[in-house]
């Protein structure tokens, strides 16, 4: 894991790591409305909802930083540039979110209504559709077509990453592998998304353009597997969104995997049914498999693992404070992982 500075030995939250960005992150609020602001007044109210309960912006947030750790300069400053291309992945994500909050029948996405339970499918499915379409014209409004061909390639791995998901729903049959590279391109691709385009605006070089790609989408393929496990052991309260819609969908999720391979024959045919089947109490039965074969820890540590390899990512960057942030991080997720059980 990259090394934190002594002085920083407290692990900080990350609202206090990405303090510095709450310039840019405002700037990328402003940005975001404004686009929502150019749809017809009906559409624009839709998009401003969904725009609004922004949580985190973890993706524009790694793009800034990326942007920043290749060029050295302050963490509250932001050219109009990288805040576009931000603003197109973090446009992307909400579209998909519309979408993944429609599939999984969800009615919660931070504490507030989804789209979907607000106005109905329908509509919710234009809505994702027309936040992906203005995606794309910023990514056109570049002078050169390098960046729409970066947009346009992530949300063809989303969107496929989105279709093998389903198509492999209640498939006792997945294996880890397929699981881990479903993923990978479901939330992997815009976590790399942000980070190359990042680095790019902040004058990278092919290769370590590519760098950076690459741990954003090691660190999204672990954020996953740690949302797939909270959907099964977080508190919905503490979350703020609908819990147990993998469980009820049929997605198999990394810890269910690993509980498949570790239960006897004994056990096999219970899970099993808990799994294909609708059981009242279904969630809990599971969550006792889980926790009997370690299921939860197990499925955190190969989380774990692929963190390290995101971390060696960032081996040859200098030090610097986007640097450090990027570092703490990932040591705030492995934390974060290493207490899950």
Known sequence: M??????LSRRRSPSE???PLARPLAGLERFIHA???AFE????DCARYVAGNQGKRLRPA???LSARACDGRPLDEAEEPLLRACAIVEMVHIATLVHDDIMDGASLRRSRLTAGAKWGKEISVL???CLFAQALVLAASFPTPEVCRRVAGAANLVCTGEILQTQRRFDLKLSVEEYLRIIEMKTGALFALAAELGAQQGGANAERAAAFADFGRLLGTAYQVYDDCLDLVGAEKEIGKSLGADLREGKLTLPVLLLLREVQDSEHHLVSSILLNEHATGRALLLDFLRKHDAIRAAAQRAREILRQAASRLDRCPSTPAHQALAETVAYLDEEMAELK
């Open 62 to 64: 790694l793009g800034l």
């Open 41 to 44: 007044p009906g559409v624009a």
């Open 2 to 7: 990259p090394q934190v500075s002594p002085a």
């Open 35 to 37: 686009q929502c602001d």
């Open 17 to 19: 790591i990405l303090a």
């Open 127 to 129: 809505l994702g559709d």
